[in-house]
């Protein structure tokens, strides 16, 4: 019945209030106008709920449920995607070119440092090998029978010189052969998986064509990008909550490092969060969601966020207090400072002890009369 009263009065005072209004106000004025008839329209219809309140003698006390405010700790946190990346994730390429004459391994494989993946042909450096073997060792002889001459003071110095200039080219030409043949087997930089071969025996490898993918996932992390923002609230060492929807896993770990360099593209800066993984479960390019707490207040005023409502005047809820002996909603404007979880924390408007309205605060009007469950 109050509402229907009050309905039906409102329109009749702002169309009392439309037939006032001077035509020849320019739009300031009239914005002014409005405001101040806004204000005591407000007013009008504060004091007709007041009357109507009154009048009633036989109202029916509306049940709600009540809480009585006390301090607790209030956690803010923000939330982005991250991409999972391993250090010891990359492709195997030869570092010499030849004909591929055996692949070692098997995809899924576990190889260890410096086992062979593959072999490519050497016969023409093994030829050129040889050929030089065959002249060290003539030129070897020839040294040391220069030599000898030499420490008899027989023959000159220039000859002595030049058997030792041929020996030491011969040798040094005879290591860089060998060292290129070592190049031709394909051996595992460290520990770890075969996860890919891309190439077959027979096929042509250089260093410019992937041979094989090997991968260590033992350890991994997880970057991601964090508005510019918040900078100042964001530090290495801070706790990261991370989950993966895929694989429904859950880990805490702190933040290894924050970029240095704000991205100018999106205006971020990227963090990243190093992560154990025994078990392997954490593969690249997963995706994961990271929730970073940016804000903690171990004793503040914290309320549901939902038993918050707004109007003209700015955020507000229902508190239970005692009027006349009776108990009534009240009407308490509250300074919000931020809200997570479904939770508001609160900057004033409340003191500790408040009986707050949260369930029925729906129903409910200021003065309205109240019955506690």
């Not at 990359?90 to 070692?104: A, F, K, L």
């Not at 005879?174 to 075969?194: C, H, Y």
Request: hydrophobic share 40%; proline share 3%; glycine share 4%.
């Amino acid at each position: 019945m109050k509402k229907l009263i009050i309905a039906g009065i409102i329109p009749l005072l702002f169309a009392c209030s439309a037939k006032n209004a001077d035509e020849n106000l320019d739009k300031a004025e009239l914005l002014k106008k409005y405001k101040s008839e806004l204000k005591v329209l407000k007013q009008k219809i504060s004091k007709l709920e007041t009357e109507v309140n009154k009048s009633t003698t036989k109202e029916i006390a509306l049940n709600v449920s009540v809480e009585k405010l006390n301090v607790s700790k209030f956690e803010h946190y923000i939330q982005i995607t991250g991409n999972v990346e391993a250090d010891k994730n990359i492709t195997v390429q030869p570092e010499t070119s030849g004909n591929i004459i055996s692949i070692d391994v098997k995809e899924g494989q576990y190889v260890k440092k410096d086992d062979v993946i593959a072999k490519l042909n050497t016969l023409q450096l093994q030829s050129q090998i040889d050929e030089l073997k065959t002249k060290l060792a003539l030129s070897k002889t020839l040294f040391e029978r220069q030599e000898r001459l030499w420490n008899q003071k027989i023959g000159s110095e220039v000859e002595y010189l030049t058997a030792k200039s041929n020996m030491e080219s011969l040798e040094n030409n005879l290591s860089a052969l060998e060292a290129q043949k070592d190049l031709a087997i394909v051996r595992a930089p460290f520990n770890g998986i075969i996860d890919e071969i891309h190439q077959k025996k027979g096929e042509l490898a250089s260093p410019s064509v992937p041979l094989a993918q090997l991968v260590n996932i033992n350890k991994v992390y997880v970057e991601g990008d964090v508005s510019e923002s918040f900078l100042n609230s964001i530090k290495a060492g801070e706790k990261a909550q991370l989950n993966f929807p895929a694989i429904n896993y859950n880990v805490d770990a702190p933040i290894y490092r924050t970029s240095n360099v704000i991205d100018p593209a999106n205006r971020s800066f990227k963090v990243r969060i190093n992560l154990n993984n025994p078990k392997q479960l954490i593969k690249p390019n997963l995706i994961s969601i990271i929730k970073i707490r940016d804000f903690v207040q171990e004793e503040a005023i914290v309320v549901p966020s939902i038993i918050i409502k707004k109007d003209f005047d700015g955020n507000y809820l229902y508190v239970a207090t005692e009027q006349n002996k009776k108990m009534v909603a009240k009407k308490v404007y509250v300074d919000v400072s931020k809200t997570y979880n479904n939770l508001s924390m609160l900057k004033s408007g409340l003191k500790l002890g408040d009986l707050i309205i949260t369930e029925g605060f729906s129903q409910v009007v200021n003065g309205t009369l109240i019955s506690i469950k």
